[in-house]
């Protein structure tokens, strides 16, 4: 089974620019959530998402982030534009079935996407 | 707003030396907790978790980690470090009805020398 894949890998842009960034879960995940690290800093939640529904968006730093997940599969997440602190690790992760209040559900990581802005 | 405090940002043992890396929550309630590792050039991946079962949990590799509610603590150890132990590690916890996100420490960088 394929695991969380994620595009690109690494991006170079410059301040001004647009990236979007794309992640793939593993097939028949619901949820599906993005996470970010800045360098030296945690790793820290950006937003959420059951199936095409945005369920928690309270991580997303500014209106300059745009996240997308069309038809319940894959997400994306655009950055327009894009401003230096915004360079940093992304990573995507999704996880089975729906959360239950009391049941956790594992979530896979992707490899990320450093994205870094000059 | 709930918090995970990893002390130490890199820690370094010998080989076959004991391996601990501390994780310290803050929670009025006690949440779901995990740790994490990254290899170089790879996701996340889950070591073990707690999920208010048994309070010592056994995980991938040899690791195990002992929740203490008294001490909000969640410690993850090794009997014995292996090279290919080195990596990065992240304690985090799920806050309750919050739909399953994590919250991380600040990650772990552990060496292990010949």
């Known amino acids: 089974e394929a695991g969380v894949t994620q595009f690109p890998s690494h991006s170079v842009i410059e301040k001004g620019q647009t990236v979007t960034l794309r992640c793939d879960p593993i097939s028949g995940h619901d949820n599906l959530y993005w996470y970010r690290r800045v360098m030296g800093k945690e790793i820290k939640f950006l937003l959420h998402f059951v199936k095409e529904s945005k369920q928690d968006e309270s991580g997303m730093p500014n209106n300059r982030f745009l996240a997308e997940r069309t038809g319940g599969t894959y997400s994306t997440l655009k950055v327009q534009p894009a401003e230096l602190e915004d360079s940093g690790v992304y990573f995507c992760a999704s996880s089975q079935l729906r959360w239950e209040g009391n049941i956790y559900n594992e979530q896979f990581f992707g490899p990320g996407t450093r994205l870094t802005v000059l | 707003a709930q918090s995970v405090t990893q002390l130490g940002s890199h820690v370094s043992v010998s080989e076959g030396a004991l391996v601990l890396l501390r994780c310290n929550y803050s929670s009025s309630v006690p949440p779901y907790l995990f740790w994490y590792v990254q290899y170089p050039n790879q996701g996340l991946q889950l070591l073990l978790k707690y999920t208010s079962a048994a309070t010592l949990v056994k995980g991938i590799n040899g690791f195990e980690a002992e929740f203490k509610k008294s001490e909000t603590s969640f410690h993850l150890t090794k009997p014995s470090a292996h090279m290919s132990d080195a990596a990065e590690y992240f304690c985090?916890?799920?806050?309750?009805?919050?739909?399953?996100?994590?919250?991380f420490g600040q990650g772990t960088e552990l060496s292990v020398k010949p």
């Open positions: 985090a916890v799920s806050p309750w009805n919050q739909g399953g996100k994590l919250i």
